[in-house]
């Protein structure tokens, strides 16, 4: 945590999927039916099991090299049909050319390759990563 935030126990090891319900559990705190999901790396095993699972709770999704794309099947993109923006910095050696492989097997999906950038591309050029993400929101209304 940050601040002066207890430590929590995770919902499943790291690098495994988590429960659905970690984040079903937080929109239904914030009274939120519906959300648009965006997620850099770490957050993916949280993030794909959720929208997965929950597709009626998914406005869009903003996966941004995440991890456990290997997780899930190319069916289980399949079935998916709500927006996707697929972020990735073209300087990613971590997860970039593996999160996109799998990632592209979503069928309503649209890339930003940002180039020069790494894994943690929206820092590494907020400018296109901000143009880009309101693009992407602005398409949803």
């Known amino acids: 945590g940050l601040g002066r935030s207890s430590d929590a126990a995770a919902p499943s090891p790291l690098g ?3 429960p659905p319900t970690f984040i079903s559990g937080v929109l239904s705190s914030l009274g939120l039916e519906r959300a648009v999901i965006v997620s850099p ?3 993916g095993m949280y993030s794909l099991p959720f929208v997965l699972n929950n597709p009626q709770s998914v406005a869009g999704y903003v996966p941004v090299a995440p991890i456990c ?3 899930f099947t190319a069916q289980d993109y399949g ?3 709500f927006p996707v923006l697929i972020v990735y910095g073209d300087g990613d050696e971590q997860l970039g050319e593996v999160s996109l492989r799998n990632l592209k097997n979503l069928p309503n999906s ?6 020069g950038a790494g894994h943690a591309c929206y820092l590494d050029d907020p400018d296109t990563w901000h143009r880009g993400l309101l693009d992407f929101l602005s398409d949803l209304q």
């Open 79 to 81: 079935r998916v049909q």
């Open 69 to 71: 794309t290997d997780k």
């Open 41 to 43: 790396s770490l957050s």
């Open 110 to 115: 649209r890339e930003l390759c940002m180039k």
């Open 16 to 18: 495994e999927p988590a």
